[in-house]
C-alpha cells in the first residue's frame, strides 16, 4: 500500500512538474513573439519617418538684388528664410 502511494505521488509531481515547465515555456514564447512584433513595428514607423525637403525660390524684393529666399521642411514645419 505503501509502495502504490509513491508510484502516485511521484507521477503526481512529476506531471505537476511538467505542466509548470510546460506553462513558463508557452508565456516565454507569448512575451517573446509581443516583443518581436513590437520591434518590428517600432523599425518599420522609423524607417518610413519623412526626409526634410530642401526648395529655393526667388521672392520679388530680392529679385533684383540677386539673393535668393530660403524654404525648407525640416520634417516639423516648413521654414521660409526671407
Given at each position: 500500500?505503501?509502495?502504490?502511494?509513491?508510484?502516485?505521488?511521484?507521477?503526481?509531481?512529476?506531471?505537476?512538474f511538467a505542466a509548470l515547465a510546460l506553462l513558463t515555456f508557452s508565456v516565454t514564447l507569448a512575451?517573446?513573439?509581443?516583443?518581436?512584433?513590437?520591434?518590428?513595428?517600432?523599425?518599420?514607423?522609423?524607417?518610413?519617418?519623412?526626409?526634410?525637403?530642401?526648395?529655393?525660390?526667388?521672392?520679388?524684393?530680392?529679385?533684383?538684388?540677386?539673393?535668393?529666399?530660403?524654404?525648407?521642411?525640416?520634417?516639423?514645419?516648413?521654414?521660409?528664410?526671407?
Amino acid at each position: 500500500m505503501q509502495n502504490i502511494r509513491s508510484v502516485f505521488l511521484l507521477l503526481a509531481g512529476i506531471t505537476a512538474f511538467a505542466a509548470l515547465a510546460l506553462l513558463t515555456f508557452s508565456v516565454t514564447l507569448a512575451v517573446g513573439g509581443i516583443l518581436t512584433v513590437l520591434m518590428v513595428g517600432r523599425a518599420l514607423s522609423l524607417k518610413m519617418k519623412p526626409a526634410a525637403v530642401r526648395a529655393t525660390a526667388q521672392s520679388k524684393a530680392k529679385a533684383n538684388t540677386g539673393e535668393t529666399m530660403r524654404i525648407w521642411n525640416d520634417g516639423r514645419g516648413t521654414i521660409i528664410d526671407l
